[in-house]
Nanobody, 116 residues
Framework: QVRLVESGGGLVQAGGSLRLSCAVS????????RGWYRQSPGKPRELVAR???????IYANSVKGRFTISGDNAKNTVALQMNSLKPEDTAVYYC??????????WGQGTQVTVSS
C-alpha cells in the first residue's frame, strides 16, 4: 500500500517562505515524475511544479522564480521550496507521483495560508 503524506504547510505572511515535503511509504518500482498541485475552494486543482525522472522541471508561470521543486529518487520523495509567498498562493497543496505505466498517487494535502 503506497501512501503519500505532505507536511510543512502553515500560516505565513506575504513575502515569507515555506518548505513543503512529501514522504512516501510503500514501494514504487519506477517513477516517471513527481509534482505538486494546489487547489483553492471553488477552483480546479492546478499544476504548480513537476520534476521529471531525468531531472528536468516545469513550473506554473505564476510561481516561476519563487518556487523550487526537488526530489530524492531513492526515497521517491518530493519537496517544494516556496519563497516570496503571495496571498494568491493560499491553497491546499498536494504532492503527486507518477509511476511508470498506468496510474498515479496522491497525498491528502497540506494547507498553505498566506496573509496580506
Amino acid at each position: 500500500q503506497v501512501r503519500l503524506v505532505e507536511s510543512g504547510g502553515g500560516l505565513v505572511q506575504a513575502g515569507g517562505s515555506l518548505r513543503l515535503s512529501c514522504a512516501v511509504s510503500g514501494s514504487i518500482l519506477s517513477v516517471n515524475a513527481r509534482g505538486w498541485y494546489r487547489q483553492s475552494p471553488g477552483k480546479p486543482r492546478e499544476l504548480v511544479a513537476r520534476l521529471f525522472a531525468g531531472g528536468s522541471t516545469i513550473y506554473a508561470n505564476s510561481v516561476k522564480g519563487r518556487f523550487t521543486i526537488s526530489g530524492d529518487n531513492a526515497k521517491n520523495t518530493v519537496a517544494l521550496q516556496m519563497n516570496s509567498l503571495k496571498p494568491e498562493d493560499t491553497a491546499v497543496y498536494y504532492c503527486n507521483v507518477l509511476p511508470s505505466g498506468w496510474g498515479e498517487y496522491w497525498g491528502q494535502g497540506t494547507q498553505v495560508t498566506v496573509s496580506s
